[in-house]
């Protein structure tokens, strides 16, 4: 899973949605809850499955992401992209094994909270959901 935990928390959704009364916009990935709410430290991100790093660098809001490439191409999805993280340390081309750490999130986007907005990509953007099905990937929704 992307997120060092026991089960993932989705807090917002992939599909349309309106933000803070501007218009609606797609919103092409999932935010995962990064924070445990016991201990409250930050968690950490990591690679689901064994990847290679595709590109990284800051979005058009200043984001900084990263986007791995699964070497095994098994389900079909060209990309993963994390976005909402602090800068890591890999190179374009180097390989990130399943479950090495990435980097901790950041407060981005619309939010006022830590948490990690994950894509996934086949020919376009693909519910992260059905990602998480394929693997075997415990999840939960909550606001």
């Not at 290679?52 to 060209?78: H, T, W």
């Not at 407060?107 to 830590?114: E, F, R, T, V």
Request: one cysteine or more.
């Amino acid at each position: 899973m992307p997120i060092r935990t026991i089960k993932l928390v989705i807090t917002s959704p992939f599909g349309m949605r309106t933000l803070k009364g501007k218009k609606r916009r797609m919103h092409r990935g999932v935010d995962l809850r990064s924070v445990d709410h016991t201990t409250w430290k930050d968690l950490d991100v990591i690679a689901p499955e064994t990847c290679e790093v595709k590109r990284q660098g800051k979005d058009s809001y200043g984001n900084y992401f990263v986007v791995l490439e699964p070497i095994s191409n098994a389900y079909g999805y060209k990309e993963l992209k994390f976005i909402h993280i602090k800068k890591t340390n890999f190179g374009i081309g180097e390989v990130i094994q399943k479950g090495q750490y990435i980097s901790k999130t950041i407060i981005g986007g619309n939010s006022s909270a830590l948490h990690l907005h994950f894509e996934t990509w086949k020919d376009k953007a693909e519910d992260p959901v059905e990602y998480f099905n394929v693997m075997n990937i415990n999840y939960m929704y909550k606001r």
